[in-house]
């Protein structure tokens, strides 16, 4: 256990309001001014907003509240504490697993601090397709600046570990451009264990930033207590139906809050199951729709020299040369990240078994994997996957992995390989459960030109859900309003991930800071006649 | 409560039976009180012997301790499943531990626990690069549990030259 200062514990001793889980139980019935479901970038940002403008705040969060105290950078306690399904969520054909976090904080307590603002080309894109006019660089800048200074998010000037500068040195040798990564991190300790909750709380999350501003100002927080669904009236939300999740196998106890306005921020999948669940309007069937993932395909190398990817910050190079290169509605364009690895992860995703396996296994310290972010969503191929509801009422995302996407997938793995064996990897393996150990670039190059690039073969992560409650300047095409409101349900706002009408092309956790900075200062004005700041 | 997963799972599940000429009615569960049952440790214990043959300790008694260590990681990770996928995996495990879900999935004819290491990565070949999902997506479940599981133990770190998290 850690033996720094931990803030969340000394803001409880300090008397913050928060229930569920191990603290005292919510009450079975709750009124405030605003409800928020979630605790992540969306929700954490309005959080602070809407209290700093006099307004009685409750958060919703469905996981629990954990924090630097319990932060052991151990896999085997991080992921079924800190992520959604146990680390092992999947897409309803289970050929994409999706990492999200769910625990207060949300993805942004376990995400490895990518930093970036929402490409001009994105942007542009909503401009043109969506209606989104508001939508420009321009607007939207003064928003990204308030957030990158009140989460610190700066360029990271500390030499990139021997994993990322591999990608730097590799792309170089090629011509291929590649820069430095901004972090959200103030005094960090260059661990690598961000992915498993910062323990030293020099990550700049929602944990220990908005959240705690929030709590301060007399905000009340439920942990381990889902959004079961919207009672809904005359095209008005009339209340927040919960329930506390107890002991598992246990019924826990249902909680009724009303409030004046509700903001939806539980992420990608989790808002729009929320409508779902409430059979929100949804006169032009958009509702869960036009659900993105940034569909990452990995290719993991061996070199001569220790790499220890476990060690030190993770993903501080990047290149996004193939974004760049081409039309953004063309052929599908990727970034390139050098992504941090430890055993649990690592072991699972080494494909195979026996003695091919265990050589693989045995090659950790000196393994480093890339992966390519694809860029879904700006093309007709790419329509993103669809939201639903199990029949026990849980969610889950169905998303069809098109040919058009998985050539995109090919193309990534030859950039990559091409990279390693340029940065002097001795031997590289595209992860597709038909591809061998290579050791020249044209053996690589040759066999993934002839690898059937197909789901289930083609191992295929996610770490970025976006959309399904998509901006749109009309309501045929979108969930959201600019100003993020429900198109159908007037006190109803969205403030996540799945307000993006197409996939970001970054990693988005700056992309939700901005935007919902925008969106929740115009909902503080509005309901309380107060202009406010995150500075 | 899972009904609709059941019927996926079991409509894909029936028709592997009907080739068999196996009966779903004949199916024990392969997750009990929220941990592997009888027939659940069964297809584990076996296809951990098969995924980390090289990786387990060769001594026999050694590798039988891992292996139970292994099978005790799996009770601890089945809990923090949400109830949809406790449920499919053991569906799933209940077909691969009967005779007939196991030639027709797995493609293995033996009894699991009488399967030597080969046949059983045959069959573990056989269901990763099959045509049908149901068989590719069992694999994947399978092979990723196995060894997320058995590294998730800091005494498994040895092998992979993982020094464990800096103290601080």
Not at chain 1, 239 to 246: E, H, I, K, V
Not at chain 1, 471 to 476: I, S
Request: glycine residues 10%; hydrophobic residues 40%; aromatic residues 6%.
């Amino acid at each position: 256990m850690s033996q720094l200062k931990d803030p969340i514990r000394e803001g409880l001793a300090r008397g913050w309001k928060v229930m569920g889980g191990a603290l005292p139980p919510a009450p079975e019935t709750l009124s405030c001014d605003v409800a928020i479901i979630g605790s992540g970038a969306g929700a954490g940002i309005t959080a602070e907003l809407l209290a700093k403008a006099g307004l009685q705040v409750v958060i919703v969060e469905e996981g629990p509240l954990k924090t630097s105290s319990d932060f052991n950078q151990k896999e085997s306690e991080a992921y079924p504490s800190l992520y959604q399904e146990s680390a092992a969520r999947k897409t309803e054909d289970k050929a994409i697993n999706i990492l999200q976090g769910r625990c207060v904080g949300g993805s942004t307590t376990v995400n490895w601090t990518s930093s970036f603002r929402t490409p001009g080309s994105t942007l542009k894109f909503w401009q043109e397709r969506f209606g989104l006019d508001g939508y420009t660089t321009e607007a939207l800048a003064p928003y990204f600046a308030e957030a990158e200074q009140r989460l610190n998010i700066t360029p990271w000037l500390v030499p990139p570990n021997e994993n990322n500068d591999l990608l730097r040195r590799g792309a170089a040798k090629l011509g291929i451009p590649a820069s430095a990564i901004s972090r959200n991190v103030k005094g960090c300790w260059n661990l690598g264990s961000c992915g498993l909750g910062c323990p030293t709380n020099a990550k700049q999350s929602m944990l220990v930033t908005t959240i705690p501003a929030a709590l301060d100002k007399g905000a009340q927080l439920l942990t381990e207590t889902r959004a079961e669904k919207f009672e809904l009236a005359n095209g008005k939300v009339t209340a927040l139906l919960c329930r506390s999740l107890g002991t598992p196998g246990t019924a826990g106890g249902a909680i009724r809050i009303v409030a004046k306005h509700y903001v939806l921020a539980g992420g990608a999948i989790n808002s729009p199951a929320v409508l779902l669940r409430s059979q929100a309007p949804d006169p032009h069937g958009m509702l869960g729709t036009r659900t993105f993932l940034h569909p990452v395909v990995m290719s993991s190398s061996v070199f001569e020299q220790k790499v220890e990817a476990w060690n030190g910050a993770p993903q501080t190079i990047y290149s996004d040369h193939f974004l760049e290169t081409q039309a953004i509605d063309g052929p599908i364009g990727y970034k390139l990240e050098a992504p941090p690895l430890h055993p649990v992860i690592f072991a699972s995703t080494v494909p195979g078994f026996g003695q091919g396996q265990h050589d693989l296994l045995k090659s950790f310290p000196y393994n480093h994997t890339l992966l390519a972010l694809l860029r879904d969503g700006f093309h007709d191929e790419s329509k993103g996957g669809q939201v639903k509801l199990r029949s026990d009422n849980s969610a889950v995302l169905d998303y069809p992995l098109t040919d058009y996407v998985m050539e995109g997938g090919r193309r990534a793995l030859l950039s990559m390989m091409e990279i390693q064996f340029a940065a002097g990897a001795k031997q590289v393996l595209p992860l597709h459960e038909m591809a061998q150990p290579y050791t020249s670039w044209t053996q690589a190059r040759d066999a993934v030109n002839a690898l059937p690039m197909k789901p289930l073969l083609t191992r295929v992560v996610s770490a970025h859900v976006m959309g399904g409650c998509g901006l749109a300047g009309t309501e045929r095409q979108g969930v959201t309003r600019p100003d993020g409101v429900h198109w159908q349900l007037e006190n109803l706002s969205i403030h996540d991930g799945s307000l993006f009408p197409t996939s970001i092309g970054a990693n988005p956790q700056l992309s939700i800071y901005g935007m919902v900075n925008r969106l929740a200062q115009g909902l503080a004005a509005r309901l309380s006649g107060r202009g406010v700041t995150l500075t | 409560m899972q009904r609709r997963t059941l019927l996926k799972l079991g409509a894909a599940s029936a028709a592997v039976l009907l080739v068999a000429g196996g009966t779903a009615a004949l199916l024990q569960p392969g997750l009990a009180g929220g941990a592997l049952s009888a027939s659940g440790r069964e297809v584990f214990s076996a296809v951990g012997r098969a995924v980390l043959d090289k990786t387990l300790p060769a001594d026999e008694g050694a590798r039988q301790i891992a292996l139970n260590g292994l099978l005790s990681r799996i009770d601890v990770l089945v809990q923090s499943l949400p109830p949809h996928a406790q449920a499919e995996l053991s569906q799933l495990l209940a077909l691969l531990a009967s005779a007939a879900g196991r030639r027709a999935l797995a493609g293995l004819n033996q009894p699991w626990q009488e399967a030597s290491v080969t046949d059983i990565q045959q069959s573990l070949q056989d269901m990763r690069l099959s045509r049908l999902a149901l068989r590719q997506q069992a694999y994947a479940a399978l092979h990723d549990i196995t060894a997320g599981a058995y590294f998730s133990d800091p005494a498994s770190w040895a092998l992979l030259g993982y020094p464990g998290p800096m103290k601080i």
